[in-house]
């Protein structure tokens, strides 16, 4: 493995998460102990798409060895603190070494679709490369590499990446500026008496009601009629 990524030959994807997530990794390892290798379990407060991608990630900068096992590199990272000149020169390194690519770039005037090849080639596509080119970015300016403005103010994002707000967008008639637009949003809620359980029960609901249709319609006016009925049969008992 470690000839491997000598040779320039990555075995993984480009870090495809949010950088802190990827410091908050560090900061639990440093927190609860480094094993001799690394599985999913290390990180048993995250979801297993999280776990899989920190994993990944650890491989790719050579932190953790082909059979996950803790190297050199991830032992003296998590012996610095976070934050510190020492860490940020080890993270900086590793990002020279492990993006050979896009260090060949000048990235001091790199464009965004310059960066964008030298992270696809490592064999990331679509919304993965988008993410794994904010990774690089982030974890750049963290370290203190220089970046071009064009790189520092892009918002590399995909049609399926995962957005930081609510928001979507939609093309206005004229031109193609991007008009936000915000769906409305309503909370239904429904609270229903238990006398045998001696409780309540309470469904409740965060959508838009204008936009429900086919099988998402049926279900839940389904649960309405149902909680309806209920009810209705409750009152008709007690009188």
């Given amino acids: 493995m470690e000839q491997d990524m ?8 480009p870090v495809y998460l949010s950088f802190k997530t990827f410091q908050s990794a560090i900061q639990s390892l440093r927190t609860h102990g480094l ?8 990180f048993g407060s995250r ?14 900068l050579g932190l953790l060895s082909d059979a996950n ?29 492990r993006y050979a690519n896009a260090f060949a770039l000048n990235l001091e005037a790199a464009t965004p679709a310059q960066l964008d090849k030298a992270i696809g080639d490592y064999g990331a596509t679509g919304a993965t490369r ?14 203190g590499v220089k970046l071009s403005a064009r790189l520092t103010a892009r918002k590399p994002r995909s ?3 995962t957005n ?11 031109g193609n500026t991007e008009i936000p ?18 409780g309540t029960l309470t469904i409740s609901g965060t959508f838009n009601p204008f936009v429900l249709a086919g099988e998402e319609r049926e279900l839940v006016f389904g649960i309405s009629d149902l909680v309806t009925a209920f009810q209705e049969k409750q009152q008709d008992d007690e009188e």
Wanted: net charge positive.
């Fill in 69 to 97: 096992r803790t190297q050199e590199s991830l032992k003296a990272l998590i012996r610095t603190v976070e934050g510190s000149t020492e860490e940020k020169s080890i993270l900086a390194a590793l990002l020279k070494q």
């Fill in 181 to 198: 637009v915000i769906p409305p949003v309503g909370q239904a809620i429904m609270t229903v008496e238990l006398p045998k359980a001696g």
């Fill in 35 to 42: 094993p001799d290798s690394l599985d999913r379990t290390a």
């Fill in 130 to 143: 988008d993410r794994s080119v904010r990774f690089f970015i982030k974890a750049c300016e963290y370290c």
């Fill in 159 to 161: 049609p399926n990446a």
């Fill in 164 to 174: 930081d707000s609510d928001t979507t967008h939609t093309k206005g008639k004229k």
């Fill in 47 to 60: 979801s297993g798409a999280e776990q899989t991608q920190i994993l990944s990630a650890f491989r790719f």
């Fill in 6 to 13: 000598q040779n320039g030959k990555q075995e993984t994807v």
